[in-house]
């Protein structure tokens, strides 16, 4: 079993509806969440940052995190055609200098 | 204005070849890593260097080593280049050691995608 599992998609939704996108985690270590977005051919960009489990909102963003479940979701409301990328969940166990362990990515497609 | 960059973007070369990728960051962080983005758009960790000490060292090849002259470059060495090695390879750096929020944040260059004929 992986340590990250995220559907890579591709997700095609229509502009405006709410977007959900989840990943489970095995290493019950993990305790920074993280979501990046990342454009074609282009370096991962960092949106959204969880500590523990909890919501984070930013914007038309929210994050969850479900430690109980091993479950971390982002929601993206108000969907707009410029959110069409790959988005990617990430974790670590903290320390600092932890790498992260990254899911494949869900590849969201929103659609004008 | 760039906070971590990269050179080249993009590089061809032969397999057998000896090839490196610069990395550059400006925002004053600690600790600097290259992840490795295989074609399945897989992002892995292979390395990270704090305060110029080699801190992970995944299962990476020994034909793959990390230089860094200081705290703000991180350079990645590969000798004797296989087919295996294309893919985008990524530098990012984070705030460092002092754990706890905001410090695991990493923040990651352009990508140098590489790729061995």
């Known amino acids: 079993q992986k340590e990250v599992e995220q559907d890579p998609g591709p997700l095609s939704v229509p502009e405006g509806a709410i977007v959900s996108l989840n990943c489970t985690y095995s290493?019950?270590?993990?305790?920074?969440f993280m979501w990046y977005r990342q454009y074609s051919r282009k370096g991962p960009e960092l949106l959204m940052y969880?500590?523990?489990?909890g919501n984070k909102e930013d914007g038309r963003f929210t994050a969850q995190v479900d430690k109980s479940s091993k479950y971390i979701s982002l929601f993206i409301r108000d969907s707009q055609p410029s959110d069409s990328a790959t988005y990617l969940c990430?974790?670590?166990?903290?320390?600092?200098?932890?790498?992260?362990?990254f899911g494949k990515g869900t590849h969201l497609i929103i659609q004008p | 204005d760039t906070a971590v960059s990269q050179t080249p973007k993009y590089l061809v070369t032969q397999m057998g070849n000896d090839k490196s990728i610069k990395c550059e960051q400006n925002?004053?962080?600690?600790?600097m890593y290259w992840y490795k983005q295989d074609s399945k758009k897989f992002l892995k960790i292979m390395f990270s260097?704090?305060?110029?000490?080699?801190?992970i060292n995944e299962t990476v090849p020994n034909r793959f080593s990390p230089k860094s002259p200081d705290k703000a470059h991180l350079n990645l060495h590969i000798n004797s280049l296989e087919l295996g090695d294309s893919a985008v390879y990524f530098c990012?750096?984070?705030?460092?050691?002092?754990?706890?929020?905001?410090?695991?944040?990493?923040?990651f260059g352009p990508g140098t995608r590489l790729t061995v004929l």
């Open positions: 990012a750096s984070s705030p460092g050691l002092a754990g706890g929020p905001s410090t695991d944040t990493q923040y």
């Open positions: 290493n019950s270590a993990f305790q920074y």
């Open positions: 969880t500590y523990s489990s």
């Open positions: 990430a974790m670590s166990s903290g320390g600092g200098a932890d790498g992260l362990t």
């Open positions: 925002l004053g962080h600690d600790t």
């Open positions: 260097y704090n305060n110029k000490e080699l801190i």
